[in-house]
């Protein structure tokens, strides 16, 4: 069974850093897409970046470019989102998602959709003040 337990969210100031981790089991970490989004109170969940093992493609949304940067480490089946200069609008609950590889590979522009993903991790909440 897929598992994905992400963490790392908290409190930051606006300016600051955080680092989310995606610890992921039950499948094969050499055939992935996993994806980070977010939702924030009253707003709909927003993709926010994917990573993809075949290759390492990368996809950004446009509000989080040249601020965040999505990672892994397949020895520790760990993807990894580094979120620096932070701001309010920021501030959500962190979900990250598992596709097949092969299903974002074949329509890339597809990755910000939520129904593309099948297994969800907890969430985990990051809190941006000003």
């Known amino acids: 069974e897929v598992q994905l337990q992400a963490s790392g969210g908290g409190l930051v100031q606006a300016g600051g850093s955080l680092r989310l981790s995606c610890a992921a089991s039950?499948?094969?970490?050499?055939?992935?897409?996993i994806a980070w989004f977010r939702q924030a109170p009253g707003k709909e969940r927003e993709g926010v970046s994917c990573?993809?093992?075949?290759?390492?493609?990368?996809y950004y949304a446009d509000s989080v470019k040249g601020r965040f940067t999505i990672s892994s480490d397949n020895a520790k089946n760990t993807v990894y989102l580094q979120m620096n200069s932070l701001n309010p609008d920021d501030t959500a609950v962190y979900y990250c998602?598992?596709?097949?590889?092969?299903?974002?590979?074949?329509?890339?522009?597809?990755?910000?959709?939520?129904?593309?993903?099948?297994?969800w991790g907890q969430g985990t909440l990051v809190t941006v003040s000003s």
């Open positions: 990573i993809r093992s075949d290759d390492g493609s990368q």
């Open positions: 039950g499948f094969t970490f050499d055939d992935y897409a």
């Open positions: 998602a598992y596709a097949p590889s092969a299903r974002i590979r074949f329509r890339p522009s597809g990755w910000p959709l939520s129904r593309k993903y099948d297994y």
